[in-house]
Nanobody
Framework: QVQLVESGGGLVQAGGSLRLSCAAS????????MGWFRQAPGKEREIVARISQSGGNPYYADSVKGRFTISRDNAKNTVALQMNNLKPEDTAVYYCSARRGIGVYVTAQFYDYWGQGTQVTVSS
């Protein structure tokens, strides 16, 4: 069982940048595809980005394409989300997630493990 801890959230003005990081412990990190999801008040949890076990085949939600970049370091058991040109609509709690096995899955129900979440607030 993998345990996930996010960090790096905060308050930023529109147009600014933040870098989220997720550290994994227990289990074999390279066995898991990793995802970043977000959930705004009153809304469902939605995919932001995901990355395969090897670090390839990244997927991005249309709303963040060209602004966000997901990456992972299997030697350090970490996955990161670089967020640039942030918009007020990016405000949400961001969650790191892990899914064991292959395949591209972009809905929360298919992910097995979750971090506690980190708040990102973008002011206009």
């Amino acid at each position: 069982q993998v345990q996930l801890v996010e960090s790096g959230g905060g308050l930023v003005q529109a147009g600014g940048s933040l870098r989220l990081s997720c550290a994994a412990s227990e289990g074999t990190f390279s066995d898991y595809s990793m995802g970043w999801f977000r959930q705004a008040p009153g809304k469902e949890r939605e995919i932001v980005a995901r990355i395969s076990q090897s670090g390839g085949n990244p997927y991005y939600a249309d709303s963040v394409k060209g602004r966000f970049t997901i990456s992972r370091d299997n030697a350090k058991n970490t996955v990161a989300l670089q967020m640039n040109n942030l918009k007020p609509e990016d405000t949400a709690v961001y969650y790191c997630s892990a899914r064991r096995g292959i395949g591209v899955y972009v809905t929360a129900q298919f992910y097995d493990y979750w971090g506690q979440g980190t708040q990102v607030t973008v002011s206009s």
